[in-house]
């Protein structure tokens, strides 16, 4: 029995989603289960619906489709990019897409593309966007966070600290907090070494927004941020904070 792989559409063009709506009708395993029309709408349906095979614009207004695919929490599914700007394929692949297609897209090109989502498992693709990440010369500097039912994109230089509640992931600035989609451990692979550090299972500071560091009895310390909060660091954590904030990390 042939396995249907639900399929989400991201285009901020309607002509363009109208197009590859009709170009995806013959294939018998594909079920378009939505559209979307920007990056912020794309975050949030794939967060809803879990399709298996996105196709993915990329040049897009606030938030690109690099950037969305970038900031997509495991099990991640399979990205197809559809853009009309050829300069974008090294950044695609560095995010792992399964196939890069230029506009306007042809239908024995699309064919090849989907034959390529059929052939990479989940865990396969995991493995290798996450490979893709560590090997990043440039690791991202913008974030998506999302507050009530908007998706912010935040610069590095604004964020405070992330920390793991419930299973789930905040991102602080000075003033606010938002929930994205990635787990600590997934942030962990994919930042800069040089400007986040993890100090504990719950949580991973900027070393620019660190204002003190206390080392406690027994190993572990504490850390005062710009916010005046205070947060634990594990001892096995403390050592390699300091040498991350003396820029030998």
């Known amino acids: ?36 029309q920007d990056g912020e709408e794309a975050i949030s349906k794939i967060t809803e619906l879990r399709p298996d095979l996105v196709f993915l614009d990329i040049q897009m207004p606030a938030v690109s489709g690099i950037e969305v695919a970038a900031s997509l929490s495991s099990p991640r599914p399979s990205i197809v990019f559809c853009t009309a700007y050829d300069q ?11 196939d890069y297609l230029l506009k306007p897209v042809n239908r024995a090109r699309l064919a090849k593309a989907i034959e390529r989502a059929r052939a990479v498992s989940t865990e396969e693709l995991d493995s290798q966007i996450d490979k893709a990440n560590r090997a990043l010369g440039s690791p991202p500097s913008r974030f998506l966070g999302k507050k009530g039912n908007r998706y912010h994109v935040i610069h590095e230089n604004d964020i405070v600290y992330f920390a793991s509640e419930g299973g789930l992931t905040k991102m602080f600035t000075d003033e606010n907090y938002y929930w994205i989609q990635p787990t600590l451990n997934e942030l962990e692979k994919r930042i800069d070494p040089g400007v986040f550090c993890r100090i504990s299972r719950a949580a991973m500071v900027n070393l620019n927004a660190v204002k003190e560091v206390t080392p406690l009895v027994g190993g572990y310390g504490e850390v005062v941020l710009a916010t005046d909060l205070r947060l634990d660091v594990s001892r096995r954590r403390f050592k390699e904070l300091l040498e991350r904030l003396e820029g030998n990390g």
């Open 1 to 36: 029995m042939m396995t249907m792989l639900r399929t989400l559409i991201v285009d901020d063009e309607e002509l363009a989603r109208d197009r590859l709506r009709q170009l995806l009708k013959p294939f018998s395993d594909i079920d378009v289960v939505a559209e979307a």
């Open 88 to 98: 974008y394929a090294v950044d695609a692949f560095d995010v792992h897409a399964v």
